[in-house]
């Protein structure tokens, strides 16, 4: 059974850091794309980063760029998203999800939500101003 769970939320204070982790059950990270989707309050889903297995290679949303870090540790079948210079306007649930398909991500984060198949429970992220 696929098993997502996120942990690391909490409530930070604009200009903050947060990490969040995704620990994966169920499968390994030897050919698949795994990454984050956040959903605001009133918003729509919006994908934030992905990685894939096969080079390491990520994708960044433009509200994220520079600011959020995503990495993989097979050893761990782990995936961490390092959240620095936080925003108030990063304040979301985020979302672990993972594309069986191939070991790549797909050109943006917007086309994450289509081929996203399995996501986890999610995690609060609140940045206060």
């Known amino acids: 059974e696929v098993q997502l769970v996120e942990s690391g939320g909490g409530l930070v204070q604009a200009g903050g850091s947060l990490r969040l982790s995704c620990a994966a059950s169920?499968?390994?990270?030897?050919?698949?794309?795994i990454g984050w989707i956040r959903q605001a309050p009133g918003k729509e889903r919006e994908g934030v980063s992905c990685?894939?297995?096969?080079?390491?290679?990520?994708v960044y949303a433009d509200s994220v760029k520079g600011r959020f870090t995503l990495s993989m540790d097979n050893a761990k079948n782990t995936v961490y998203l390092q959240m620095n210079s936080l925003k108030p306007e990063d304040t979301a649930v985020y979302y672990c999800?993972?594309?069986?398909?191939?070991?790549?991500?797909?050109?943006?984060?917007?086309?994450?939500?289509?081929?996203?198949?399995?996501w986890g429970q999610g995690t609060q992220v609140t940045v206060s101003s």
């Open positions: 999800a993972v594309d069986f398909r191939g070991a790549f991500c797909p050109s943006s984060t917007r086309y994450m939500l289509g081929d996203f198949g399995s």
């Open positions: 990685i894939g297995s096969r080079y390491r290679s990520t």
């Open positions: 169920g499968f390994t990270f030897d050919d698949v794309a």
